[in-house]
Every structure is written in structure tokens, then in C-alpha cells.
């Protein structure tokens, strides 16, 4: 099987281990070794979309006790139950790969923000339970995390589309503009696309400021110094898309994006004054 792992030089916001609980590090990076590797299967060029089902579908079996052949999924289920952690933190991303196999079309806005409360959510869940956040800080944190998953997917649009004959632009903001499918995979944004993608981000914009909230309601300062770090880094690169032609380039976030929402991120962070109690939500 083909497959492309991403470094962390490719990511947008990478994973940084240090910063994690000492206690949580290793976890961490099992739990990011699954996503990664549950990811890479949905996205295999040389798999047909039956063979991805069935790979993910060992994944799942691995996870909720039915077999040990996969050492990897088993091992991230140990650890979960040690820990106290509830499997649908990692079974729900497995709900939105198997969408991706499926090749799933998105019709309507609605539909792939139900897909991020799967591919995306899921992830900002867990590092509330690592830190042991409050409940009252989910719906902010999906908000947040459904901005970065969908920014993402409007900066590598003409990447998906070409390679794996993907696209995550709802139908309906597409008609709405009198853009298709076809535009995505051109070398230039017709206007009707630019007009479509604005719309995309704009919505964006909207989920950042149902995400305000999070900072305020969490008890742990370094993930509020985090949680201001991708507020910051998903607010310049929707810039950068706005202004930029993603179709033409990729549109990427520079090292100086990076110091100052790292700047920004412990100045807000360590200023703002949250006055909640952590709870057990594993």
C-alpha cells in the first residue's frame, strides 16, 4: 500500500509532544499514529474503496476488543482503558475515514460540519480529557475544530481533487456562486470559485468566534496558551487563502506566522483570567 505520511513540517499546527503531560506523551503519540495511519489507508491511491473499508473496519475491530491483529490499534485500546479514556475518541475518526473511502459528496454545509464532528472533534476531545477540562468546553472546541479541518481542506483543494479525486466544497455554496467540481481541479480560480471558497472561509470565521468561548472556560494555561496559538495560525492562513490563489500555489503558513502566534498565543493566554474547575470528562 502508498502511502504519504505527513511530517510535521507539513502540518499546519504539529503535534508537539513536549507540551503534553508528561504522563500523556506517550499516549499522545499512539493516538496520533492511528489517526495518521487510518488517514493514510482512506487516502491509499492503490486500494480500492472496498479494500479501505476493510482495513478500517480491522481498525475498529482492533479498537473495540474483536481482534489483536493490528498490534498498533490494540496497543491505543490498552492505553485508553488504562487511562479511562472513552474509545469513541479514536472511533469516531474512523467513522470519518471510512466516509473518505467511501468517497462521500458533500451536498450541503451541514453535511461536512457532521463530518468534522468526526474527523476533527474528536481530537480537540481528547486533549480536553488529558488536561481534564470541563464538558461546558465541547461545543466551542468543535467549533474550533471544524474551522481548522475545513480551512485545511480549502488550502489543499486542488491537491484532493487531483489526488484523490476528493472534494470537500458543499454542492450548495458551489451552485450558489455558479462553480463545480470542475473549477477545483484548474491551474486558476474562476471568479465563480473565489466567490465559492470566500463564502467557505467567511463560515470559518464564524465557527472562530463560536470558539472565543474555549480560552475563557479552561482551567489548564497551557492549553489556553495552545488553543490561542491555532486561533492565531487558523486566522492568518484564512487570510492568505482569501488573498492568495490556493489553486495556482500552496498556500502555506511562513515560520514568522508561526513565532508570532506562538508570542500571541502566551501573552493572551497567560493574561486572560479563567476562573473554572476541571471535571473528569473521559
Known amino acids: 500500500m502508498t502511502t504519504h505520511h505527513k511530517s510535521a513540517k507539513e502540518e499546519n499546527f504539529p503535534v508537539a509532544f513536549c507540551l503534553f503531560p508528561r504522563q500523556y506523551r506517550r499516549l499522545v503519540e499512539v493516538y496520533y499514529r492511528f489517526a495518521r495511519e487510518a488517514d493514510d489507508i482512506a487516502d491509499a491511491p492503490d486500494l480500492t474503496n472496498e479494500k479501505k473499508l476493510d482495513k478500517l473496519a480491522e481498525m475498529a475491530d482492533g479498537l473495540y476488543g474483536k481482534s489483536t491483529l493490528m498490534k498498533s490499534t490494540v496497543k491505543l485500546r490498552e492505553m485508553f482503558l488504562r487511562e479511562g479514556f472513552d474509545l469513541s475518541l479514536a472511533g469516531d475518526l474512523l467513522k470519518a475515514f471510512e466516509q473518505d473511502a467511501k468517497g462521500f459528496e458533500y451536498q450541503t454545509w451541514a453535511q461536512l460540519i457532521a463530518y468534522c464532528r468526526n474527523s476533527a472533534a474528536p481530537v480537540g476531545r481528547f486533549l480536553l480529557a488529558m488536561y481534564g477540562e470541563n464538558p461546558s468546553t465541547y461545543l466551542p472546541a468543535e467549533a474550533l475544530c471544524a474551522a481548522l479541518q475545513i480551512v485545511n481542506h480549502v488550502q489543499d483543494m486542488h491537491s484532493d481533487a487531483l489526488s484523490l479525486k476528493r472534494c470537500y466544497m458543499p454542492q450548495e455554496i458551489l451552485q450558489k456562486y455558479g462553480a463545480t467540481e470542475a473549477d477545483v481541479s484548474k491551474r486558476q480560480m474562476s471568479e465563480s470559485l473565489r466567490k465559492a471558497a470566500d463564502d467557505v472561509l467567511a463560515r470559518c470565521e464564524g465557527l472562530l468566534k463560536d470558539a472565543r468561548q474555549l480560552p475563557k472556560i479552561m482551567a489548564s494555561k497551557a492549553l489556553r496558551i495552545e488553543v490561542f496559538v491555532i486561533i492565531y495560525l487558523t ?43 476541571r471535571t473528569n470528562l473521559r
Open 235 to 277: 486566522k492568518r492562513l484564512i487570510y492568505k487563502l482569501k488573498k492568495y490563489d490556493c489553486l495556482q500555489r500552496k498556500i502555506k503558513l511562513s515560520t514568522a506566522d508561526r513565532i508570532m502566534a506562538l508570542a500571541v498565543g502566551v501573552v493572551q493566554g497567560l493574561c486572560l483570567k479563567a476562573n473554572v474547575e
